[in-house]
């Protein structure tokens, strides 16, 4: 059924995993993701950015997982705007079928993000949606922002607590040291192990700790939580891509922070390094062909498998739902 994030987060928190929230843009990402859902049981949380919704229409998206809804009867599914830019586009998605909602508007004034995000919660519970929010910023691209990695800020633990009290979010995106994209740290910051690859800095679990400790209960949601699956990268680099260092954030720590107050984990890169890399292979390898169910098929199989392993090794969500 289509439900808010309310129970699953509750579940989440008390239970030491996280809901994934994968990103989706088309047919065959609803498919891949839930299908993996409904053969894992476990709950899931679909997000449509801005983006999504001026690439493929707010409408189309709705259906598609509505289609998912009816496909996935056994588990629990969300529907979530990612990166609600302003009131009228979280408005929008509320009318239009939504069941939870993000306010962005970490990158403004402290006073002035509280008071986006109260006027979203209003609206948002008035219509029984869930509200997302933001403190502290991000480095990396979502949307047509940039904020480059100078400008980025980790979240100021003392700030939560009136944050949360004044807004009435329901819950709350911080910055630990994720980014967006595929490039989350650069090669100088990080370390080499011995075998040659490069390590990225840790996350700040102190601040997450922190963050926690003055929000007992409260879920907490990491952003920008790619892993940059390696063979991905290869795969696109073998058949004519060119990513050189793209690096994402060890699987190992958001293992971590999905056995804390973490309940909600955000992929999308990892899905587009997947579908890009499948679709490049197969282009390589089959110079003939020129149906596309023939390329789209195998994407949507490995992104499915991708989100299994996500399911079952990362989040610790597989047979929650
Ligand atoms: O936060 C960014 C997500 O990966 C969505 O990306 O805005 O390009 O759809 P997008
Ligand atoms: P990634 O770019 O790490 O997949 O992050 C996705 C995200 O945070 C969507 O809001
Ligand atoms: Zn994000």
Redesign the pocket.
């Known amino acids: 059924p289509l439900v808010t994030s309310k129970e699953m987060f509750e579940k989440a928190y008390n239970g030491g995993y996280a809901i994934g929230a994968f ?1 989706v ?1 088309n047919m065959e990402i609803v498919q891949g993701i839930t299908e993996a859902c409904q053969e894992e049981h476990a709950p899931v949380i679909l997000q449509v ?4 919704r001026a ?1 493929a229409n707010h409408t189309y998206l709705v259906k598609l997982v509505e289609a998912a809804v009816e496909c996935c009867p056994d588990i629990p599914i969300v529907l979530h705007l ?2 609600g830019p302003d009131f009228e586009t979280c408005k929008s998605c509320i009318d239009g079928g939504f069941t939870s909602v993000m306010i962005d508007a970490s990158s403004k004034p402290f006073a002035e993000n509280i008071e986006i995000t109260k006027r979203v919660v209003e609206y948002a519970h008035d219509h029984g949606v869930v509200v997302e929010a933001e403190l502290g910023t991000l480095a ?4 047509e922002v940039k904020v480059a990695a100078h400008e980025a800020s980790y979240t100021r633990p003392e700030e939560v607590e009136e944050f949360v009290s004044k807004t009435g979010c329901d819950s709350l995106a911080i910055a630990i040291g994720t980014s ?2 595929a490039y989350k740290f650069k090669p100088e910051q990080c370390t080499r192990n011995e075998q040659g690859i490069l390590v990225p800095p840790p996350l700040r679990f102190d601040v997450l700790k922190e963050v926690s400790r003055r929000l007992p209960g409260f879920p907490i949601v990491l ?2 939580s790619s892993s940059v699956p390696q063979e991905y990268v290869k795969m696109i680099n073998d058949h004519g891509g060119r990513m050189p260092n793209a690096i994402g954030v060890p699987e190992e720590q958001l293992r971590e922070a999905a056995k804390l107050s973490v309940c909600k984990i ?1 992929i ?2 990892d899905l587009r390094l997947a579908m890009t890399g499948t679709i490049r292979q197969f282009m390589e390898e089959h110079p003939d062909k020129f149906d596309p169910r023939e390329y789209l098929k195998p994407a949507r199989a490995n992104i499915k498998e991708l989100v299994r392993h996500k399911l079952v090794d990362v989040l610790g969500c597989a047979g929650k739902a």
Do not use: V
Request: net charge negative.
């Open positions: 990103n843009n950015s801005k983006g999504a690439y990612d990166h990396g691209i979502e949307d967006h994209g952003h920008g955000n999308d890169s």
